[in-house]
């Protein structure tokens, strides 16, 4: 386990390091435009595979997204039986070795590396100090606002694919007998 979180941790932090060199260097963007699109981008893909992590490794679990909007359609299908909403996220990946894996490399270990608060923070405190009055807001709400945004559109992204996708999500009506 500590060894997968370790190597989606490296994968993580070189794609940082190249889609903020891109954004930044080839570009031409602000480093807190590029940090801003490197964290939105990884707030949309914890989503997108937090939730099919759950759908996928998790489905005859309690889960904490059973008590979600975006869940209802699978809810109805028999996703997710009842439990603790708030339980912690790491808990929810405890009954399936699989699962446990799949959410150490990819959201412990590549997401973690990829995403960066530190980095945010330390770009936040260099734009205030430069005066950037302007730079400073966009950066901190548009970050917040987007990147909630952004994981919410993950989540949404996942259940359609898993809609989509796997066979015991259809609804029972929509199936054809053979």
């Known amino acids: 386990m500590m060894l997968g979180i370790g190597v989606g941790g ?7 390091h190249l889609l903020a060199y891109l954004a930044h260097d080839v570009i031409g963007l602000p480093q807190y435009v590029a940090v801003m699109i490197v ?12 939730m099919l992590i ?12 059973a008590g979600s909007r975006l869940a209802a ?8 039986p009842p439990g603790d909403p708030t ?4 808990r ?29 923070s330390l770009v936040s405190l260099q734009l205030n100090a430069g005066g950037d009055t302007v730079g400073l807001l966009v950066n901190v709400v548009g970050s917040v606002v987007l990147g909630v945004l952004a994981t919410w ?16 999500a259809r609804d029972p009506s929509e ?3 053979d």
């Open 87 to 90: 339980a912690p996220v790491f």
């Open 10 to 16: 490296a994968f993580g932090a070189l794609a940082r």
């Open 39 to 50: 964290n939105v981008l990884g707030c949309l893909l914890i989503g997108l595979v937090f």
């Open 175 to 177: 199936v054809t007998q």
């Open 153 to 168: 559109g993950g989540l949404k992204l996942g259940q359609l694919i898993v809609l989509a996708r796997h066979p015991l």
């Open 92 to 120: 929810e990946f405890a009954a399936d070795v699989r699962a446990q894996l799949a959410s150490a490399i990819l959201i412990t270990g590549f997401l973690g590396g990829m995403t960066t608060f530190s980095l945010f």
């Open 73 to 80: 359609p699978l809810c109805s299908r028999g996703w997710w």
């Open 54 to 65: 759950e759908a996928v490794y998790n489905r005859d679990q309690p889960s904490r997204m």
